[in-house]
């Protein structure tokens, strides 16, 4: 029974007086912060050389965005239906719902959202095994750089084009 009810639920409205559901709006406002701290984090490292401050915010960005990612993944797979929240857009057709410009533009958005944390999870990772402690320069960090580049590049990529889904989808009309 409570699961036909959880059928018939279509999740928490939002907070930004969008048609977006309230794990799409924190997720959504969450990437605004994220990122910035992300780049913040690698001036502190690169130009401040502040190793281990640099460390302790990338793991603890890395945990928030582990817990809101699969907060964010919960509520759209058994409460949010993002279909019917996206069906007033015009740039979304819920019969083409993968070729219409907002289908489109989610599926260009899946290109960085879901290689990304895998990335970035592999350069924490290895980044807390190979980085001596306390953390500083080391025979490792010519392939840290470049994997953590290549996350940073992934991790902008997922917030430009999650909030041009998000637009398409939940706020044009």
């Given at each position: 029974m409570?699961?036909?009810l959880a ?6 409205d ?16 969450a990437m ?16 401040r ?12 960005l ?6 809101a ?6 509520d759209?797979?058994f ?14 057709n ?17 290109c ?10 592999f ?9 001596p ?7 490792y ?7 953590a ?5 992934g991790?902008t ?17």
């Open positions: 409570n699961f036909l059928q018939e639920f279509q999740g928490i939002g907070f930004l007086g969008t048609r977006g559901s309230v794990m799409l709006d924190f997720v959504f406002l605004f912060a994220i990122v910035p701290i992300m780049l913040g984090s690698i001036y502190l490292v690169r130009y050389k502040q190793y281990e401050l640099h460390k302790r915010i990338q793991t603890i890395g945990v928030v965005l582990l817990v990612v699969t907060a964010f993944e919960i759209l797979r409460f949010s239906n993002w279909v019917e929240r996206a069906e007033p857009s015009r740039f979304f819920s019969e083409h719902q993968w070729s219409c410009a907002a289908g489109i533009a989610l599926i260009i958005h899946l960085f959202a879901v290689p990304t944390p895998l990335l970035w999870i350069v924490i990772v290895q980044g807390h095994r190979k980085f402690k306390p953390a500083g320069p080391c025979d960090s010519p392939t840290h750089k470049l994997t580049r290549m996350a940073a590049v991790m990529g997922v917030w430009i084009t999650g909030s041009i889904f998000y637009w398409m989808a939940f706020v044009a009309t």
